[in-house]
C-alpha cells in the first residue's frame, strides 16, 4: 500500500510538472485551471496513505450554466434527501473546467448544486493516465461517488471484476434516448454498469483552405491517401500529424484499416484475443497499410516519439494538412487559440477505402468510449445515482455538449441542432447519419489492458520499420495469454 | 576564578550528557524515529513487494498466489532485459563520457581563479536547478525535427535534411546526452569541491620541481581525489539505474521501447498493464541488482584502496 501511495504520489508530482512546463512553453494554456487541480490532487496524494482526502473546488463557471433549463429541472424536485446535507464526491478525467467537455460537466454540476442546495459536489479531476492510476488506488481505498470510467474491456473488465461500480437500473433509461448499442460496452452478464457520454467518430481532419488553394482533392480511395501525401509532401507540407508517441492513436488508425478490410472486425479481433493469434491476412494488411502510409511519409518526421499537443500543433499552426484523430477534437473550430485562418477552415472525412476491402466509405470507425458510473460502496449511492441520472437527461449532457462543440453524445441529439452549428459539427452528423456501419470498440480496447500496453508499444515498432509485421502480430498476440 | 567556575560546570554538564547518552531510554527515542522510518518507507514496502511479486493480483480486487510463476515470465520478457540493458549503458556513459567530462572542467575551473571561477560554476550548474520536467520538455522542442533548435541549427549551416533525433535507433543517444547535460553539473560541483580540498602546499612543491599542468593533474590531483571519484561512481551508478522521470517525460520509453528503462518499465506494467503483481515482480529483481551492483562497485574500490 505504501508503495503505491509512493508511486501514486511520484505520478502526481509528474503530473504537476508536466502541466507547469506545458503551460509555460504555451501549447495549452487553457489547462492552467488543471495544474491548480493536480496540486490539489498531490495533496490528497501525500494524505492518501492515510486515507484522508482533499477535494478540488469546482471552478466559476456558473454565469455559463443555462438558467433555462434549471427551471425545467426543478419542476422534478428531489423527492427525498431535501434538506439533509448531502456530500457527493466526482472523480474525473476532465481536468479542463473551461474548455470542451470539463466545462459542460462543470455547468450541470454547478446546476445541480443550484437547483438542490443542500447537495454539495466535491469535484477531483485528473488527466486521462493519471486518472487512470488513481482510480486504481481509489479501488483499494474507497471510491468517490461518481466516476469517470471506459466501457471498453480493457478498462472495465478489471474494473467489473473487482466489483467497485454499482448495478443500475436500465429500465430507468427507456426515455433517455441512448442510440442503440451504446450501453453495450458498459454491461456484464445483462447488468448494467455505466452509461456512454460520447459517441467518437475517429476522422481525419484537414485544412480546407489549403487543399483548395493547392488544388488536392479528399481522397477516395487508401492508395489516393498515400498518393496526395507524396504531393503534399513535394509542396513542402507536412501531410498528415500523428500522435505516434502515445501509440493509441496509430492503434486507431490500424484498427480504422481493418474495418475497412473485413467491413465488421468484432468476431475477427475477440477470436485472435481468446486464442492469441493474430496471423490473419487481415491483420497483415491492416498493418501493411499503416506500414505503408509511414513508408510513403504521410506522417511528420519523428511521428513515433511526438505527443498530442505537438502533432495537433502541427496541424493548427497550419505547418501539416492532416490531423487524425477524434470528434472529440471538433471543438478545434471553437477554439480561439487557433489562428480563425485556420480554425474556421477545418474539415473532416473519414478512412478512404481499401482496395478489395469489404468495408464501404460509409462504414465508419466510431465507438462508445468514456462515460460515468456510480461506485458500489458509496455512501450516498441513491443520491448519486440521482445526479447521475441528472447529468444524463437528453438536456444536459448531450444538449450542453452540443452547445459547446464537444461533439456527439450518445444519447440523441437531433433536436438541439440549431442551424449555427460549425462546418464541422454539421460533417459529423452528416457522417453520422449516412452510416452504413459503425466499427465499435477500437482493436487495442479490446483486450485486456496488458495487450492495449503491448498493442500500443509495439505498433510504433512495426510501423517505423525496427520490427517486422509477423514480430509485430506474434508480440501482440503473446501478451494475450 | 571565574574561569575556573567555567571549567568546572563544563566538566559537570559533559558528564551529565555522558550519563543521559547511556540510558537505554534515551539512545531508543533517539534511534527510534530513524528506525521506524526505515522500517515504515523502505523495509515494509520492500517486503510487501516480495509478497505481491508471488501473486496475479492486478491492482484491484481478488488475487491468487501463484508462486514463481511472475519470475519464470521476467526471464523470457525481453523488453525486461532491453530495459536493463538500457540502464547499464547508461551507467557505462555516465561513468565514461560525463564524470571524466566533469572532472576535467573542475580541474579547468579551479585555475580560473576571480569572478570568472563563480560564473562558471553557476553556468554550469543551471541545468541541475531546473525541473526535470522543463528540462524534458525543454530537449522535446530541441529535438523536434520540424521546427526544434538542433535541426535549424544544422540548416544554418547547410544540411536540408530532416534529423529524427527521437527515432528508433537515435533515440536512446539523445536520452543520453539529455541525461548528461542535466547531471553535468551536480557531477562537477562535488570535483571541484575536492579539488579545492586539496592542499595548496602540493601543487607550490610540484611547481618548484617543475612540473608541467598535466602532470601536476594525472600525479597530484587524481590521485588525491580517490575518495571522491568514488563518491561519484556510485551515485552516477545508482542514478543511471533508477532513471525514471526524465525518459518518461520526454519518450516515454518509446519508439517501441527503444529508451526503455527499467524503472519506468516497473511503473507501465503495474498501473498501466494493471499487472501490479508483475510490477512487484520486476521491482523485487531490480532491488536485488541494485543491491548486487553496489556492493560489487564497493568491493572493486576497497581492493583498489587496500
Given at each position: 500500500m505504501i508503495g503505491t501511495c509512493v508511486y501514486d504520489f511520484c505520478t502526481a508530482i509528474i503530473q504537476i510538472t508536466t502541466k507547469t512546463v506545458t503551460k509555460g512553453v504555451n501549447i495549452m494554456k487553457k489547462k492552467a485551471l488543471s495544474i491548480l487541480l493536480t496540486m490539489a490532487m498531490a495533496a490528497a496524494t501525500l494524505a492518501g496513505c492515510g486515507n484522508s482526502s482533499t477535494s478540488a473546488q469546482p471552478a466559476e463557471s456558473k454565469q455559463e450554466a443555462d438558467a433555462a433549463s434549471?427551471?425545467?429541472?426543478?419542476?422534478?424536485?428531489?423527492?427525498?434527501?431535501?434538506?439533509?446535507?448531502?456530500?457527493?464526491?466526482?472523480?474525473?478525467?476532465?481536468p479542463d473546467r473551461k474548455n470542451g467537455q470539463g466545462l459542460v460537466e462543470q455547468m450541470i454540476i454547478d446546476e445541480y448544486m443550484e437547483l438542490y442546495p443542500n447537495v454539495t459536489i466535491e469535484v477531483e479531476t485528473l488527466d486521462e493516465e493519471a486518472y487512470k492510476t488513481k482510480f486504481k488506488a481509489y479501488s483499494m481505498e474507497g471510491m468517490p461517488d461518481v466516476v469517470s470510467i471506459w466501457g471498453q474491456p480493457s478498462f472495465l473488465d478489471e474494473v467489473l471484476e473487482a466489483g467497485v461500480l454499482a448495478e443500475l437500473n436500465e429500465a430507468d433509461y427507456a426515455d433517455y434516448k441512448f442510440l442503440a448499442g451504446s450501453l453495450d460496452g458498459f454491461r456484464k452478464d445483462g447488468k448494467l454498469y455505466g452509461l456512454p457520454r460520447n459517441t467518437d467518430i475517429e476522422g481525419i481532419y484537414y485544412n480546407k483552405k489549403m487543399f483548395d488553394d493547392n488544388g488536392w482533392k479528399v481522397?477516395?480511395?487508401?492508395?489516393?491517401?498515400?498518393a496526395l501525401a507524396k504531393t503534399i509532401n513535394d509542396a513542402g507540407i507536412i501531410p498528415m500529424a500523428m500522435d505516434g508517441g502515445?501509440?493509441?492513436?496509430?492503434?486507431?488508425?490500424?484498427?480504422?484499416?481493418?474495418?475497412?478490410?473485413?467491413?465488421?472486425?468484432?468476431?475477427?479481433?475477440?477470436?485472435?484475443?481468446?486464442?492469441?493469434?493474430?496471423?490473419?491476412?487481415?491483420?497483415?494488411?491492416?498493418?501493411?497499410l499503416l506500414k505503408d502510409a509511414a513508408d510513403a511519409g504521410l506522417f511528420q518526421t519523428g511521428y513515433d516519439s511526438q505527443d498530442y499537443g505537438t502533432a495537433m500543433n502541427l496541424f493548427t499552426n497550419g505547418q501539416a494538412a492532416m490531423f487524425y484523430m477524434g470528434s472529440w477534437e471538433a471543438s478545434m473550430a471553437l477554439n480561439e487559440d487557433i489562428p480563425q485562418e485556420i480554425r474556421d477552415n477545418i474539415r473532416v472525412f473519414t478512412m478512404p477505402v481499401v482496395e478489395g476491402g469489404k468495408g464501404k466509405a460509409t462504414d465508419i470507425e466510431a465507438w462508445n468510449g468514456g462515460g460515468y458510473a456510480v461506485s458500489a460502496g458509496s455512501a450516498v449511492k441513491d443520491e448519486a445515482i440521482r445526479f447521475l441520472n441528472f447529468m444524463y437527461q437528453p438536456d444536459k449532457l448531450s444538449k450542453y455538449g452540443w452547445e459547446n462543440g464537444v461533439g456527439m453524445s450518445a444519447q440523441d441529439q437531433t433536436e438541439y441542432m440549431t442551424g449555427e452549428e460549425t462546418e464541422l459539427q454539421k460533417q459529423f452528423v452528416e457522417l453520422v447519419n449516412n452510416a452504413t456501419n459503425t466499427s465499435g470498440t477500437t482493436v487495442n480496447d479490446c483486450g485486456p489492458s496488458a495487450f492495449k500496453t503491448r498493442i500500443e508499444s509495439e505498433i510504433q515498432g512495426v510501423s517505423n520499420g525496427s520490427s517486422s509485421i509477423e514480430e509485430f502480430l506474434t508480440a501482440i498476440g503473446e501478451s494475450c495469454k | 576564578m571565574r574561569f575556573s567556575k567555567k571549567k568546572v560546570e563544563k566538566g559537570e554538564r559533559s558528564s551529565e550528557m555522558k550519563k543521559l547518552y547511556s540510558n537505554k531510554l534515551v539512545i531508543t527515542s533517539l534511534v527510534?524515529?530513524?528506525?521506524?522510518?526505515?522500517?515504515?518507507?523502505?523495509l515494509a514496502p520492500i517486503c510487501l513487494s516480495v509478497y505481491y511479486g508471488f501473486t496475479d493480483y492486478s491492482g484491484m480486487g481478488n488475487f491468487n498466489m501463484i508462486g514463481l510463476e511472475n519470475y519464470k515470465t521476467l526471464m523470457h520478457d525481453k523488453v525486461f532485459w532491453l530495459a536493463l540493458r538500457n540502464s547499464l549503458f547508461l551507467a557505462v556513459g555516465f561513468i565514461c563520457i560525463q564524470h571524466?567530462?566533469?572532472?576535467?572542467?573542475?580541474?579547468v575551473l579551479d585555475k580560473?581563479?576571480?569572478?570568472?571561477?563563480?560564473?562558471?560554476?553557476?553556468?554550469?550548474?543551471?541545468?541541475?536547478?531546473?525541473?526535470?520536467?522543463?528540462?524534458?520538455y525543454l530537449w522535446?522542442?530541441?529535438?523536434?525535427?520540424?521546427?526544434?533548435?538542433?535541426?535549424?541549427?544544422?540548416?544554418?549551416?547547410?544540411?536540408?535534411?530532416?534529423?529524427?533525433?527521437?527515432?528508433q535507433q537515435n533515440a536512446i543517444w539523445s536520452v543520453l546526452v539529455v541525461l548528461i547535460w542535466h547531471g553535468f553539473g551536480w557531477g562537477m560541483l562535488i570535483y571541484y569541491t575536492g579539488i579545492k580540498n586539496i592542499d595548496p602546499v602540493l601543487y607550490e612543491a610540484a611547481a618548484i620541481d617543475g612540473a608541467n599542468q598535466r602532470q601536476t593533474f594525472l600525479k597530484i590531483t587524481l590521485?588525491?581525489?580517490?575518495?571522491?571519484?568514488?563518491?561519484?561512481?556510485?551515485?552516477?551508478?545508482?542514478?543511471?539505474?533508477?532513471?525514471?522521470?526524465?525518459?518518461?517525460?520526454?519518450?516515454?520509453?518509446?519508439?517501441?521501447?527503444?529508451?526503455?528503462?527499467?524503472?519506468?518499465?516497473l511503473y507501465q506494467q503495474a498501473f498501466k498493464a494493471f499487472k501490479y503483481g508483475y510490477g512487484n515482480a520486476i521491482s523485487v529483481v531490480f532491488i536485488i541488482i541494485c543491491l548486487v551492483v553496489t556492493v560489487a562497485l564497493n568491493k572493486i574500490f576497497e581492493d583498489r584502496e587496500g
Open positions: 434549471a427551471d425545467k429541472a426543478s419542476e422534478e424536485k428531489a423527492p427525498a434527501a431535501e434538506g439533509e446535507a448531502v456530500t457527493l464526491k466526482l472523480f474525473s478525467n476532465l481522397p477516395e480511395t487508401y492508395d489516393e491517401l498515400l502515445d501509440g493509441w492513436p496509430m492503434a486507431i488508425y490500424f484498427s480504422d484499416l481493418l474495418f475497412k478490410i473485413t467491413g465488421d472486425y468484432r468476431e475477427l479481433v475477440s477470436n485472435a484475443l481468446a486464442t492469441g493469434d493474430f496471423s490473419d491476412p487481415a491483420f497483415v494488411q491492416a498493418t501493411q | 527510534l524515529p530513524g528506525l521506524l522510518l526505515f522500517v515504515f518507507a523502505i571524466p567530462l566533469a572532472m576535467i572542467v573542475a580541474a580560473l581563479g576571480k569572478r570568472s571561477e563563480g560564473f562558471f560554476r553557476c553556468v554550469y550548474f543551471i541545468p541541475n536547478v531546473i525541473s526535470v520536467a522543463v528540462i524534458a522535446k522542442f530541441i529535438y523536434n525535427p520540424d521546427f526544434g533548435l538542433l535541426n535549424n541549427v544544422l540548416k544554418a549551416f547547410g544540411y536540408t535534411g530532416k534529423i529524427n533525433w527521437l527515432s590521485p588525491m581525489m580517490k575518495g571522491v571519484i568514488q563518491v561519484n561512481v556510485t551515485m552516477a551508478v545508482i542514478s543511471a539505474l533508477k532513471q525514471m522521470e526524465t525518459v518518461y517525460l520526454l519518450t516515454a520509453g518509446g519508439p517501441n521501447n527503444a529508451t526503455q528503462f527499467t524503472a519506468n518499465y
